[in-house]
């Protein structure tokens, strides 16, 4: 095939568009954002040049020469030639334990910009040695552990089974095509050097250098992530069998975009490109580190699923993740990118926010709120009025003459602040930041090389080049107490509009032929940006950490709207400005599901929606759902209405509470799923099929999940609804949440239950132990000395086991081995608890708190009596005679033993005698 190939799914018109839409500007110079997206500001793969020209082009010219192919250690390299299009470049077959990378580049000489700061750093050490099958004229067979990888010379592809079975084929479908680097000539097709969106001329002055090729998945009928959309957790179909379109495909290029819609391919926030295929017996992953604007096709047949993927620029560097279980490619994916970074205690508690608290009076209405109506919450924010005129590090007076006093009066009830700081700088020559940043050529420049000026909340702004090392370490230091005035150790922070968002740009985004550090477009790193900002920003806390705590230092708490792989790193992101109404709820399931398993566990939505005024049904519904979310806050635009929790009636009020007060109840447990998290990789809210991955059933679930493995939610997501279905996968036993009892469902898992405005369907799995705090406080920091509940849901073999991560909950001190992980376990009538295997016992973290309470259902039946003896020693440490009395709140068909007083980090065994 000749150069001029035509995309048989996506015949766009590129004539060149004259209309530019401006968002209004109000008073303020404040962009009130009120309607919904409008779609016709944002690309469509028939507006992107490099998506039309590849995206579902085939192409059979490719090809291996078979002289060329050399094994060196963990890496068999070779040359990919296609001799119409005059293509010769490198592919590297690397192989690690557990996956395979696949890289494509041109010479040295052609310099393609490549992704850095993603991959750990101890990513080496992982490499494995490729073992040689079979080497013919027209293939190569390699064998990894359990799978093996076959190179077809001509035509160029790539297989790889698992066990003899396939998983996964690389360009089986012949889509690869990688657009060299060449000089321009006349007569070059249309938008390979230049082309304009909405009255925007993009130079393109390296010309067409996009990247594309096609994933297939035999026998799999599920993929999932690629975050961000907000569209159903199996990804939908976007072209036919015939390849013909059916809907835009998944976008992954991170925009600023405003009451966005569900049930759409659009892209969002962030972009993770990460996707996972799941068939019964086996999970596999791909993921490919490029930061440019990127299209993926998903098409589905009986025989499977296949992906065809376009990047703008860039270079191939495809991880192909082996599985074959969900958590084996979850910790794969953390051993490439990073595992999550543990959180604060504090973070994982409820947060109060919206656009805006007026001042300092308001701030304390809202924390002395809290308390008068006897709701838990940790963390107070501050939007972008807070500041002087949008300039970030700074405080309008008028407003919040005393910050360090208010952050003080905040943090003696055991709270935090938050205040924004957002990328664009107001550009001002008496603004400190703008005037150093300027004077050491801090700030992208345009094509032209001057400053980038686009505008954004202050008004005309210039945009830091986070791709710089030297400007990040700039950035970090203005957090400095000393520099960031008014600022104390109890306030962190929010990075909001980091895509970034530009109100006068392409896209309400920055142009991609500005440059970076190096002379690097910005088209190539744009997906990169807003985590490189993240990053800076992170640093800087922990820096101040260090000056005012010591070595071990105060980890870090900031909140990123955009984000990239090895975002988990830094810290959390939310899922962008939602709207109030039932669609959206709904869909922050799937949304948070897909982020967390595409390795960023750490993130939520806004509850209640950020745009719109949410009913009491609703803001009530969406709480109780966020009981369980990883990141827990209430967010509300400028225009919104008030939406305090007691601001809904005295039901809802009551009930909000409860949903509130629950997330703390389950905090011991959640830390946990975070610590497991910052050391496999394992997400904290679960798909079903996560869990249940044998289930063909669940594999298609998202309007239910797991927090962690023991608990099952099947949250009301209907308005006015009086019933639920629910799925309940797997042999069981399962447990209501709510009464222990053991919930009976159908032989397929299905059963419906009744639900009031008080219900949130919830079930405990059999064979699992929760670590739990009861005792109600006005925040986490108050809690820090309170004993610990275990409750145990036992399987059908009277059996189960949990574990519960203890630390200071907020330094870095875990990182030196102070902290304690302890193993409980139940068999034949003895609860025992043992620091984790592997851990230093006695643990080098110790604590006089106590298990205050343990309950256990599925005895099967009310206990008449029972006693609890210390085994070795033969103490009965509690009896009870006759029908066991129950505690309000306490599951009826519950044993409850009560203040056993045993230490959480002590070792103990305790033998159970029940008589029916």
Known sequence: MGEEMINPSRKGNHSFLTSF???????????????????????????????????????????????????????????????????????????????????VNEDASKKRFEVPGVLMHDLGSREAIWSKKAQTAQSLLLQLEDAEMQLQYSPFQ?????????????????????????????GDPEGWWEETFKGHVDSKPRGPEAISFDLEFPDTQHVYGLPEHATSLSLNPTVDLADNATSEPYRLYNLDVFEY??????????????????????????????????????????????????????????????????????????????????????????????????????????????????????????????????????????????????????????????????PHIKRDPGYYIYQEAEQNHYFVRDKDG??????????????????????????????????????????????????PSVFTGPEITMQKDNLHWREVEHRNLHNLYGALFHQGTAEGLI????????????????????????????????????????????????MIMSVGIAGLPFNGADVGGF????????????????????????????????????????????????????????????????????????????????EFPEVEATHGVDDEFMLGPALLVSPV????????????????????????????????????????????????RGGHIMPLRERARRSTAAARKDPYTLLVALDSEGQASGDLYLDDGSSFAYKRGLFAHRLFSFKDGMLSNQELPGNPSPPRYSTDLVIERIIIVGLGHPAKSFSVKEVGTGKVLQTGAGPVVQEAGVPELALVIRKPELPVTGDWSIQLSVTA
């Open 543 to 590: 820096e101040r950490g260090k000056a005012v705590y010591g070595s071990d230092a105060d980890r870090p708490f900031v909140l990123s709207r955009a984000f990239f792989a090895g975002t988990q790193r830094v810290g959390p992101i939310w899922t962008g400005d939602n709207c109030a109404d039932w669609k959206h709820l709904r869909v922050s399931l799937p």
């Open 717 to 764: 997501l209907e308005e006015g609804a009086e019933s639920r279905a629910v799925f309940l996968p797997g042999k069981g036993p399962w447990y209501s949440a709510r009464t222990g009892e053991p919930v009976k469902p159908d032989a397929g898992g299905a059963l419906t239950v009744p639900v009031t405005m008080d219900s949130v369907p919830s079930y405990l």
């Open 158 to 186: 790539i297989g790889i089974s698992i066990k003899g079975k396939p998983v996964m084929s690389f360009n089986g479908r012949q889509m690869f095509n990688f657009e060299h680097l060449r000089q321009k000539q006349e």
């Open 611 to 690: 745009f719109g005024n949410p009913d009491a049904e609703l803001q009530t519904r969406w709480n109780q759902v966020a009981t369980f979310y990883p990141f827990f806050r209430g967010h509300a635009h400028l225009d919104a209405k008030r939406r305090e929790p007691w601001l809904f009636g005295e039901d809802a009020t009551r009930r909000i509470r409860d949903a509130i007060r629950a997330r703390y109840v389950l905090l011991p447990y959640i830390y946990t799923l975070f610590r497991h998290a910052n050391t496999t990789g394992l997400p904290v809210m679960r798909p079903l099929w996560y």
């Open 450 to 499: 001057k400053d980038f000026d686009g505008w954004c909340w202050p008004g005309s702004s210039s945009y830091l080049d986070m791709l710089n090392p030297e400007v990040r370490a700039w950035w970090a230091q203005q957090f400095a107490l000393s520099k960031y005035k008014g600022s104390t150790p109890n306030l962190y922070v929010w990075n909001d509009m980091n895509e």
């Open 261 to 422: 819609a569900p049930e759409s391919p659009f892209g969002l926030y962030g972009s993770i490109p990460f996707l996972w295929a799941q068939k019964l017996g086996v999970a596999v992953g791909a993921f490919w580190l490029n930061a440019a604007e990127m299209y993926v096709d998903v098409g589905k047949t009986e025989e499977g699923t296949f992906t065809n993927w376009v990047a703008e620029s860039g270079i191939l560097d495809l991880f192909l993740l082996l599985g074959p279980t969900p958590a084996k490619v979850s910790e794969q994916y953390a051993q490439i990118t990073g595992a999550t970074a543990l959180p604060q205690y504090f973070a994982l508690g409820y947060h109060q926010c919206r656009w805006n608290y007026r001042d300092e009076a308001d701030v304390r209405q809202v924390d002395a709120g809290f308390d008068a109506y006897d709701i838990p919450y940790d963390v107070i924010w501050l939007d972008i009025e807070h500041t002087d005129g949008k300039r970030y590090f700074t405080w309008d007076k008028s407003l919040f003459p005393d910050p360090v006093k208010l952050q003080e009066d905040v943090a003696s009830h055991g709270r935090k602040v938050v205040t924004i700081i957002d």
């Open 21 to 103: 839409f401006l968002i209004f500007l109000f008073s303020s110079l404040q962009f009130q954002l009120s309607t919904s997206v409008k779609v016709e500001d944002f690309k469509k793969c028939t507006d992107a040049a490099f998506c039309n020209r590849l995206l579902g082009t085939r192409d059979e010219g490719y090809y291996i020469d078979p002289a060329s192919v050399q094994f060196s250690g963990p890496s068999v390299t070779a040359r990919l030639l296609n001799k119409a299009k005059g293509t010769d470049v490198t592919l590297t077959m690397k192989a690690y334990k557990g996956f395979v990378r696949l890289l």
